[in-house]
């Protein structure tokens, strides 16, 4: 390995990184990460840092699972790469669909493979409006998300995001996408209950539906639980108001699972936690672990049917990809062996629950909010009034993540909301360690702040 600064050099010399002002992290050097096992990360200086977000919400069985480097290199040595395209399959891929479908809610049991999420979303995109117009209704084309949502950066699923500053960047969203708001009680909901509130938001979608016209509506697209948003846990009452909305409309429902599948919510899929039926599920993310990058869309069988009758002109040269396929099996397969959702549902999400609601009696915290193996806390000045900073929006949220990643936890903000999703393997004993640099962090920030 070369020494840091020359490697920070080279990186702010060719290397131009996602979502960054490239010009800034020069300025500051990247931090270098050499190795990770367990929950831990370590940097190019030695420090052990704990991971808080599991990567980008997907290392869900944790850091330096040997037997997934194994897997991978005997597939890699038995058959590194052959498509799906032309008639052909493969092992690895065939029995992951079977084994994704198995996990899945009984109607869905068609697997669209892809490199990623956003990849996927794009596979949604097409094939609705392919589905629609398979089924003579071709002017059903307009897919309606949220706003503030995150469906991934291509143009197609940057399209479905909602958000603005990716939009205002490169002409999106492409047309036909149309985006409503979202249930975000703490920041929107002003005297609303949560319960109304949640009502209220669900039925924008009806009045969408009626004003764009139904028979021009093709699909809904949601996560059940808003990661990249901010952590945004629903009302009771939403989900339950738009599945009857998409079933009385007859809109297709995609629940967007990049980061909830795969157990982050304590159950296999986010779709069960909030107790809805969709159409098409997006994956990716904890689908590996992070270990490989693959992606798709699971599909009912009342989709796959009209679909499977044509040809569907969409795919990726890594669809299906054998030793991503190979490496998703076997990440699935310690989920299941080790019993990760048992674990989940009572050991670690009870105590980052404990952990995380504890945080509420600091002065700069308003609500905290979980669901499973995903949290978040708003910062605010006044947790009576859910005032929100009179500084920039995100400068807390972003002083309070410097802070975090100064005393070693990575914590993400978005705007001056605090999120959580470390990998599910987590103990009890790394959780109340992960508390304490939380804290530390919030006080530090809290007196930047102050001062
Ligand atoms: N959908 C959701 C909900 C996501 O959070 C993400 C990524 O964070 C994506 C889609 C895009 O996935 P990818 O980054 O693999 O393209």
Known sequence: HLPTAEL????????????????????????????????????????????????????????????????????????????????????????????????????????????????????????????????????????????????????????????????????????????????????????????????????????????????????????????????????STYWPEIQRICDKYEILLIADEVICGFGRTGEWFGSTTVGIKPDIMTIAKGLSSGYQPIGGSIVSDEVAEVMNACEFNHGYTYSGHPVASAVALENLRIMEDESLLDHVRNVAAPALAEMWHGLGDHPMVGETKIVGMMASLALTPDKDSRAKFAADAGTAGYMTRERSFANNLIMRHVYDRMVISPPLIITPEEITEMGKRARTALDESYAQIKE
């Open 8 to 235: 920070q050099a080279l990186d702010a010399a060719h290397h131009m990184h996602p979502f960054t002002t490239n010009n800034e992290l020069a300025a500051k050097g990247a931090r270098i990460i050499t190795r990770a096992d367990g929950v831990y990360l370590t940097d190019s200086e030695g420090n052990h840092i704990m991971d808080g977000m599991a990567g980008l919400w997907c290392v869900n069985i944790g850091y330096g699972r040997g037997e997934l480097a194994d897997v991978a290199a005997r597939q890699m040595r038995e058959l590194p790469f052959y498509n799906t395209f032309f008639m052909t399959s493969h092992a690895p891929v065939i029995a992951l669909a079977a084994k994704i479908a198995e996990l899945a809610p009984a109607h869905l049991n068609h697997v669209f493979f892809a490199g990623s999420g956003s990849e996927a979303n794009d596979t949604n995109i097409r094939m609705v409006r392919t589905y629609w117009t398979q089924k003579g209704k071709p002017s059903k084309s307009i897919i309606i998300s949220r706003k503030n949502a995150y469906h991934g950066s291509s143009v197609g699923s940057g399209s479905l995001g909602g958000m603005t500053p990716m939009h205002a960047q490169g002409g999106l969203p492409i047309p036909d996408i149309h985006h409503i708001d979202q249930p975000n009680w703490w920041a929107e909901g002003g005297s609303a209950t949560p319960e109304d509130f949640g009502l209220q938001r669900a039925q924008e979608l009806e009045k969408a539906i009626l004003e764009l016209g139904e028979d021009r509506v093709a699909a809904f697209i949601a996560e059940p639980i808003q990661g990249a948003g901010g952590v945004i846990v629903p009302p």
